[in-house]
C-alpha cells in the first residue's frame, strides 16, 4: 500500500509540472488525466485502509468472543 501511496503522490506533482511548465495544450490534458487519475487512486487508497482497519477489528473482535466462550460453538 505504501508503494501505491508513492506512486500517487510522484503522479499528481507530475502533473502539476507538466501543468505549469509548458503551454501546449495536449501536455495540459496528459496532465490534467494523470492528476485526476493520481487523485483517484489516492481516494481509492483511503477507503482500502478503512476498510482493512475494520476487518482486522472484526477478526480481534471474533478472536475475543472466542477466548470468552472457550472455544464452544454458536450452538
Known amino acids: 500500500m505504501r508503494a501505491l501511496t508513492i506512486v500517487a503522490a510522484v503522479a499528481l506533482a ?3 509540472v ?3 511548465v509548458t503551454d501546449s495544450t495536449t501536455v495540459k490534458a496528459v496532465a490534467l488525466t494523470l492528476g485526476g487519475c493520481a487523485c483517484v ?9 478503512v ?4 476487518d482486522e477489528q472484526r ?3 471474533r478472536v475475543a468472543r472466542e ?3 472457550g472455544g464452544r460453538g454458536p450452538y
Open 14 to 16: 507530475a502533473a502539476v
Open 18 to 20: 507538466m501543468a505549469l
Open 41 to 49: 487512486l489516492g481516494v481509492s487508497l483511503a477507503f482500502y485502509a
Open 51 to 54: 476498510g482493512r482497519s475494520e
Open 59 to 61: 477478526e480481534r473482535d
Open 67 to 69: 477466548e470468552r466462550e
